[in-house]
């Protein structure tokens, strides 16, 4: 398997501008989530999913920020627009969660946005 | 309080030594905790995750977990520089769903 798929790795955009994270999570896994890490605040929950539907959000920090799973293979963060506070890493991970205690999340390579 | 805590260091240890690592959380109904490298640049990767009370080792590394405490620590034993990372503590919190909550990390450097 070739891991949790982010793209694009990199992205300098200019404040104002629209962004979109996209994410390919492992296959088979029902459960994707969504990360910032900056040197502030460290890596911070902002959304995750079960099954495709957004279970929990309280972590995204504005209402510029928006996530969609269309399907289980897929799943985007935007922030329209963007605000030079954003700037940071963002990380996708996904596991599996059945029945019992939680299980280990699968990071990916992270996008790091730097927002002029 | 953030749900998880850690001391963000840096945490310097000599080449041989042992590591310890410590966090704490807030929900006592918190099931299962992990332990995350993250070395500079890259993405964290799964160390370790511990669920019972105890201790649980694997190779050099052992997880400590105390419920009655809220208190999870990781040893790193005869340290190698390779070792130097931040180290990220994670919190399953109950209410199931898989939601994990890390702590800001703490950066560990061992020195030759």
């Known amino acids: 398997d070739a891991g949790v798929i982010q793209s694009p790795r990199h992205e300098v955009t200019e404040m104002g501008q629209e962004v979109t994270l996209r994410c390919k999570p492992i296959s088979g896994h029902n459960s994707l989530f969504w990360y910032r890490q900056t040197m502030m605040r460290g890596l911070e929950l902002l959304i995750y999913?079960?099954?495709?539907?957004?279970?929990?959000d309280s972590g995204m920090p504005e209402d510029r920020f928006s996530a969609k799973m269309p399907n289980a293979s897929f799943s985007t963060l935007k922030i329209q627009p963007s605000e030079p506070r954003d700037s940071a890493v963002y990380f996708c991970?996904?596991?599996?969660?059945?029945?019992?205690?939680?299980?280990?999340?699968?990071f990916g390579q992270g996008t790091r946005l730097t927002v002029v | 309080q953030k749900e998880v805590e850690q001391n963000s260091g840096p945490l310097s240890v000599p080449e041989g030594a042992i590591a310890s690592l410590n966090c704490t959380y807030s929900d006592r109904g918190s099931q299962s905790f992990f332990w995350y490298r993250q070395y500079s640049g890259k993405s964290p990767e799964l160390i370790m995750f511990i669920y019972s009370n105890g201790d649980k080792e694997d190779g050099r590394f052992t997880a400590q977990l105390n419920k009655a405490s809220q208190y999870v620590s990781l040893l790193i034993r005869d340290s190698q520089p390779s070792d130097s990372a931040t180290y990220l503590c994670a919190g399953g919190v109950s209410g199931g769903y898989n939601k994990l909550i890390f702590g800001a990390g703490t950066r560990l450097a061992v020195h030759p």
């Open positions: 991970a996904s596991s599996f969660i059945g029945q019992g205690a939680n299980t280990e999340a699968f």
């Open positions: 999913f079960n099954n495709n539907v957004p279970i929990d």
